[in-house]
């Protein structure tokens, strides 16, 4: 397993690459191929394509759907400076954790069950999808409608710390722009005359930062600003992007009204809202719950105890579930430092999460 994953890793694909991206679908299509499945690229324009693989299995069964990502928040070049090793039992890697190491522990676990049954016990269908970490803008409908067809969904994302959680649960995503259009002016002859798009946004950035409330795990933070183009020119322009994140479907229309509803401290400004809600919260329903009872009783049946975490962070589990398909998100690696440069996988982990995927594979 970490050959392959040392392969997946050195294998550049950042999300805004379509080449790099496209480059390791087909060497991905390639292995699981070998495996005997049958292959599907679903073409993008904009993105790189996204990749599906159908295994035959059980026809008296209904499929589980594996789901996972190749693209990387890394740039091209990253690896240079983030160099795939084995390091005290860790390797280590751009994308390592999140989540090239998941798609390895797909491949291997279908290759253990096809030893150990001398064919799958059921249909699988693997759906690794091209741009996950920009929002799954090309390949929602598909994730969307192989979820329908099946039993349930495994999300191959990394587990919960170094304990190795499952994800029964996770916030929805938001993402807006607020815009301001001011009125222009010479910051030293007609101060007067000019509106400042920035001082008007800096007044509303104070008004959206009170719309938290993390006691009801909504959270609101204008990350990135933008505004002005001299110093000596008062601004007609400013933006800031905001990232919400909800913790129950309920909390959407709230927060997409109030956001919508802001208005201007000065009339002479004006205010542009755009974006919403991209992933509804993935809550721990009845679905969710029994699928998180069989792999507690897998692992059991190994000798170790899983546990189940709600985390802050969305993945396209977050679509399935929001369908009511039962699906159980954090079934991949165990590590640490996802997006940062420290990120690693624990090796020693690799094995009980390849048991507990082919087991859940069994037994969905």
Same mark, same amino acid.
């Given at each position: 397993m970490v050959v392959t994953i040392r392969e997946l890793v050195e294998i550049e694909s950042p999300s805004d690459n379509k080449q790099a991206v496209d480059r390791i679908a087909a060497v991905l299509a390639t292995k699981f191929e070998a495996l005997g499945g049958r292959t599907q690229l679903h073409r993008s324009r904009d993105f790189g394509d996204s990749l599906q693989i159908d295994f035959a299995g059980d026809a008296n069964q209904r499929p589980v759907l594996l789901l996972g990502h190749y693209d990387t928040v890394y740039p091209l070049g990253a690896l240079a400076n983030m160099t795939c090793k084995i390091e005290n =039992?860790?390797?280590?890697? &751009? $994308? +390592? #954790?999140?989540?090239?190491?998941?798609?390895?522990?797909?491949?291997?676990?279908?290759?253990?069950?096809?030893?150990?049954?001398?064919?799958?016990?059921?249909?699988?269908?693997?759906?690794l999808v091209s741009d996950e970490e920009v929002g799954s803008y090309s390949s929602r409908k598909i994730t969307e409608a192989l979820a329908k067809k099946s039993a349930g969904v495994l999300v191959l994302e990394p587990a919960a710390g170094l304990r190795g959680a499952v994800k029964t649960a996770r916030k929805g995503v938001g993402e807006y722009t607020l815009r301001v259009k001011g009125v222009a002016a010479h910051a030293g002859l007609d101060p007067g005359k000019g509106h400042s798009a920035i001082l008007e946004l800096a007044r509303q950035i104070t008004a959206i930062a009170k719309l938290n409330s993390l006691?009801? =795990?909504?959270?609101?933070? &204008? $990350? +990135? #600003?933008?505004?002005?183009?001299?110093?000596?020119?008062?601004?007609?322009?400013?933006?800031?992007?905001?990232?919400?994140?909800?913790?129950?479907?309920?909390?959407?229309?709230?927060?997409?009204?109030?956001?919508?509803?802001?208005?201007?401290?000065?009339?002479?400004?004006?205010?542009?809202?755009?974006?919403?809600?991209?992933?509804?919260?993935?809550?721990?329903t009845a679905g969710v719950a029994a699928l998180y009872k069989k792999a507690h009783e897998i692992s059991a049946q190994a000798g170790w105890k899983l546990e189940e975490a709600a985390v802050g962070g969305g993945s396209d589990g977050n679509f399935t579930a929001g369908m009511g398909i039962p699906t159980l998100d954090g079934m991949g690696g165990v590590g640490e430092g996802a997006h940062a440069v420290h990120e690693y996988i624990v090796i020693s982990e690799l094995p009980r999460r390849a048991l507990l995927l082919a087991g859940m594979i069994e037994s969905v």
């Open positions: =039992g860790r390797l280590r890697g &751009p $994308g +390592v #954790l999140d989540m090239k190491s998941g798609i390895a522990l797909m491949l291997h676990a279908i290759e253990a069950l096809q030893s150990w049954h001398g064919e799958l016990p059921r249909p699988v269908t693997v759906f006691r009801q =795990g909504l959270s609101v933070n &204008p $990350g +990135v #600003l933008q505004g002005g183009t001299r110093t000596n020119v008062v601004a007609a322009d400013a933006s800031v992007d905001i990232d919400v994140r909800i913790k129950s479907a309920k909390q959407a229309s709230g927060i997409d009204r109030k956001l919508r509803s802001l208005k201007p401290f000065d009339k002479h400004c004006k205010l542009e809202i755009a974006g919403g809600i991209n992933r509804l919260p993935m809550e721990r």
